[in-house]
């Protein structure tokens, strides 16, 4: 693609004024106002003329040549005295002008920017801003549902999402047999996979998950074997016992499976579907594939009693950003991505949120 | 954020039909015409109302239920007879639509859609556009700059590289210390940081980049190193031979270094630069540091003798799509991502341009 | 952990002369047999006494200074004439002693080395050996099984993979109703998810591959799809015409399905089962779930008629490390890692697989 | 590879009784003490005899067949009453031998084992020890080094990073360019790269760290400019205030730099050097550049008064196993790898360092 040089005889340039020049005030150092450049084709206003600088470069300066030429210059490049161009505005009004539409298009809106990808490991995380939103959450009675892959049981923030159901903040919880399997091994065992919480792999530990198994299916199902004392800690028995709805679906790399897990498809995205259409908010964790079946099911908003649509608050943690993409690219747009392992998102997750509940508390009514 | 429903008494729906259903023809098939629903609040004209369906999802179907509510459908609950509501218009104008310009915004253009994500693994490459690119900046005599780093050596696409370089492919190439080292090794030992092209690790293996690094300083630069016969062949023995302009920038990583690395970085910098303000192609691959490095340098168009511009074609090659996404972050927003390893890119890229030189020199004039 | 020295008064250190310091031939020039150090603990025999060098660092050089203690000296620090320590035996033979074992363990084979892992990116892939693998499991009426997710499809590797199946080198072809659905859509529409050949999302594209799962659910079957000409290449064609068999798992995430999708679990294992035990050879590309799948069913080896065993040749490919791993984790450990894309992957193996059958056609008898 | 059965006429097997079989207690439930399957060559006595069950595979049992043939059984097809294998023992003592040493060779140390990668995103991470590590350091005099990417900033982990350095867990800090820059951006402007600490891009943000560079250039240096109140808070605010010395090395990307910044290799790494060899513990954080650099001078272990050593203590944190894996190819063996996002790693680690200390306080002399 070619594009024509903008055209300077158009209205909005008509009260552009040179660009203004100003003596650097020592070697390598810029005046305070000095314009920084972008990547883009830029012209600058010198004798009401509108020249492109030479050798153009992001994250430099415009100095004058005494011939009229402008140049990018680096910062470390520039004397004492050199002109260097001046202002902040890129739209021509100083004299600079960037032109920038055809380049960037809307996606920019129209202006150069740094850190404008969707998912970036290098993006902060607000865990405040989602602390209060579970908060706000649970008091006005909504149904967040949390849906995790195994990772957050192997990686041993079991503890954490325990407290999360116990505490009322599981509206309901998706997953699959491999959460319920190795959440139960981690009950009776201490082992996920047979590796210990210290990240071992024991002798003898590779059956460890099937014994597991072996003794829920003895046990008739996940409640008997909560109830029978065979499972007394974690995530299974924290449903069991707090009376959060939980769905376990199949796959083909299922071990066993753990009685109730749903092995037919169709009925299991049925019963998932049983907690999507209720759902005020999303949590997916560690899982492309529960992820991306949830975000199948789930609208991207709620409607209130009013009729009234918000966004339905979908957060989405993973190791990498390509199951965020990945999420996106299947539709679920709204997903907000974070970049992090689970074990950490838990336990900051937890952290914050006990925090604002002791700053609710305080507070005065 | 809350979102009030669309005005329906606005002109734009003033011709809006009723939504058309048809009965499905079958169990679980619906009729061909079908409207595939989105994750997004849709309004269905039904009696000249507009209502919300019950039970939103994507990639579903619209039932219209004997007291005329809609709800929302999968293929597979769909009963032979259900009336189904049939059109692909989401603007209203066949009775449905969807609201999408408040959830969306303009990065999506107002529409729904999957795959919109701008680096992915998932997308396909487009070898054939790629090597005409090459082959056309080669025949206007264009400047293309190569930026490598030493993936590219250790995972054996010296000799792809090599090609290029002998054809007249490469303008410049701009690469850190590791990659003429471990190039040199290869040629000298047929080893990269002591492993064989097998991938193996070898016995004593540690030191021979070292040797290699030896070997060139004794002979007091790679030109009197590929000279002598020391480096017969691979990427440094092909610039020096074809008198490819090279740069070979330090870090704080490296070994030796090779004579001729440039230790300091402003010089570093400088003569990059001096390629940059040339380049009228820039490729980059399994580089993070010399590929934002160089992104920062690289204005993101080429400028034509009549003044018009255009974008100066940048591809990124990376096994991840985090390096492409930063270099993005970065500015270097023209960037084209390719998610492989560098081996296959090399080896296919070239290919491509085998098949289309081929096919130029058969074609009639 | 702390280790103490070394009992240099041991049997295996009796004959151990002192080390061989010659003296540099330049300024930044090492003697052309100088010891290259390690990070590990080194001790170096002077005068009969075994001393540990100061500022131990790798990829550096011993210096004897005039006081009879030994300095590692980078490269680039080293004057005409320093003596320097020459030889390139770690095990005292030569008068200096790398003490390894207890640092490494047996994972290094107690030897100092780069490149060790057993999956990178940076590993060479050796696409003739894997060619002449399949050739040679065609001749022999071996059983490969391919195990394929939709990024195959989606990066449009559909006519690579087309062709290894009409050629005889597919024994059976795992995967799951995305694989079906997305292939069956770019024969009717052209598109994958409604994204073109191109990488370009379509408008109105998100609801195409609902019409091709509808099609074909009209049509009753892949296989009657295919005979009236709905499905006219691609894949699931190429299964159906040359009646290579074929199982389509299903799962949570999938739409339709398709028919003839397993979508109880038990039995879709049980279907892949019917496969497992009969393979050869497994190539798993682009999938965790599946690959992970087969992984639980497939024995590491496959045992002849003689009762003698030989490992299964398993080859993984993913464009990330973690996959890879991830399966070798769950126990199979006798996968061999390709990190690289899909479509370059297919492309190059076809290529490879081509040029060894023009090869040995060629071959005298 | 072919190998040969095991032979079972070897003493090691002279005491080998027959493997014992259970009645299954019920339908898809095994016998408590269970054999579970591996993927490995297996030989199961029968009466004397040394048979191998057919259709292998791993997570299932072994079924006696009543003609004598052991069958391998997944637990789901299991049937009440079915004699079901028992025993833990791979070795032939209770009747079932696994013929691993062939396949597994020493990496697995000879026994079939799940999760025995070396660094993944699914391995618990152990704050606590970590935290335990610190504080001793800091008892004891150590001097731990940092080594920091600018993600570290990005990510906001710069009050957590500040808090390291106030409290004398800091022996030095090494770094880039880029961490100085965007600190000090944060500190004058609240952005980095133009971003705010919402993750947002600002108008106008893409010169901020130029302004920021142009501040400390102009007064001459970082202490200068934390003495004159113009950079007020950070990491290196910290590192001046509390005389922590710092290394901030230069490279091809840096824009400025930022006075003080190493901007010729060799003395920067003569800089590094000054403190790694000094360094008893090593924290290296979201970069792969800074961390291959210093793992390159780090020894693997540190030296006591004694002559005894020990192991030099490597954190590696980085969001992808890559780079932890890349840095043990380039031979830092002993890194530990943590694969999280920088700024959760910080979080965490000073919540631990804060519980043990104040757990320390409270506990009796």
Redesign the interface.
């Known amino acids: 693609?070619?594009?024509?040089?903008p055209d300077f005889s158009a209205a909005r340039f008509a009260k552009s004024p040179d660009a203004k020049f100003i003596p650097a005030?020592?070697d390598?150092?810029?005046p305070?106002k000095?314009?920084?450049t972008?990547?883009?084709?830029t012209y600058v206003r010198v004798k009401g003329q509108w020249r492109?600088p030479r050798?153009?470069?992001?994250?430099a300066s415009l100095v004058l040549a005494s011939d009229g030429e402008v140049w990018v210059r680096?910062?470390?490049r520039i004397k004492k005295g050199d002109p260097v161009a001046v202002g902040?505005a890129e739209d021509g009004s100083e004299g600079i002008f960037v032109?920038s539409e055809a380049?960037?298009g809307?996606?920019?809106?129209g202006?150069?920017?740094?850190?404008?990808?969707e998912v970036?490991?290098?993006?902060?995380?607000?865990y405040a801003q989602m602390a209060r939103l579970l908060i706000d959450e649970r008091a006005r009675g909504g149904y967040p549902i949390w849906v995790c892959g195994?990772?957050l049981v192997?990686?041993?923030a079991r503890a954490d999402m325990t407290w999360f159901i116990a505490n009322g903040f599981v509206g309901a919880l998706l997953a699959g047999n491999a959460v319920g399997v190795h959440d139960i091994e981690a009950s009776i065992f201490s082992t996920?996979?047979?590796?210990t919480?210290?990240?071992e792999?024991?002798?003898?530990?590779?059956?460890l998950?099937?014994?597991a198994?072996?003794q829920v299916?003895?046990a008739g199902s996940i409640e008997a074997a909560v109830a029978k004392g065979i499972v007394k800690d974690g995530i299974m028995h924290a449903c069991v016992t707090h009376k959060v709805p939980y769905v376990l679906?199949?796959?083909?790399?299922?071990?066993?499976?753990l009685p109730g897990v749903y092995?037919?498809?169709?009925a299991?995205?049925d019963a998932?579907?049983a907690h999507?259409?209720k759902a005020t908010m999303a949590i997916l964790i560690a899982t492309?594939?529960?992820a991306?079946?949830t975000g199948?099911?789930?609208?991207?908003?709620v409607?209130?009693k009013d009729?009234?649509?918000?966004?339905l608050p979908t957060i989405c943690v993973d190791?990498?950003?390509?199951v965020v993409?990945?999420l996106?690219?299947?539709?679920?747009?709204?997903a907000f991505g974070v970049?992090?392992?689970a074990?950490?998102?838990m336990?900051?997750l937890r952290?914050y949120v006990e925090r604002e509940l002791d700053a609710r508390k305080g507070a005065p009514k």
Chains 1, 2, 3, 4 share one sequence.
Do not use: W
């Not at 996920?192 to 590796?195: A, P, R």
């Not at 679906?249 to 499976?257: A, E, F, T, V």
């Not at 092995?263 to 169709?266: C, H, L, R, V, W």
């Not at 199948?296 to 908003?301: H, K, Q, S």
């Open positions: 693609m070619s594009f024509a040089p005030p020592a390598g150092v810029l305070e000095f314009f920084s972008t990547n883009l084709p492109m050798e153009p470069r992001m994250d680096e910062m470390r902040y032109h380049f960037l809307e996606a920019a809106e202006e150069f920017k740094f850190m404008t990808s970036s490991r290098e993006k902060p995380i607000d195994p990772a192997h990686s041993r996920t996979l047979g590796m919480s210290g990240g792999a024991t002798s003898g530990g590779h059956g998950h099937m014994r198994i072996n299916r003895a679906c199949g796959s083909i790399r299922d071990d066993g499976p092995t037919e498809m169709a299991a995205q998932m579907k999507t259409v492309a594939l529960h991306i079946a199948n099911m789930l609208p991207a908003f409607t209130g009729g009234s649509v918000r966004e190791s990498s950003e390509f993409s990945k996106k690219d299947r539709g679920t747009h709204q970049v992090t392992n074990q950490d998102f336990h900051i952290l």
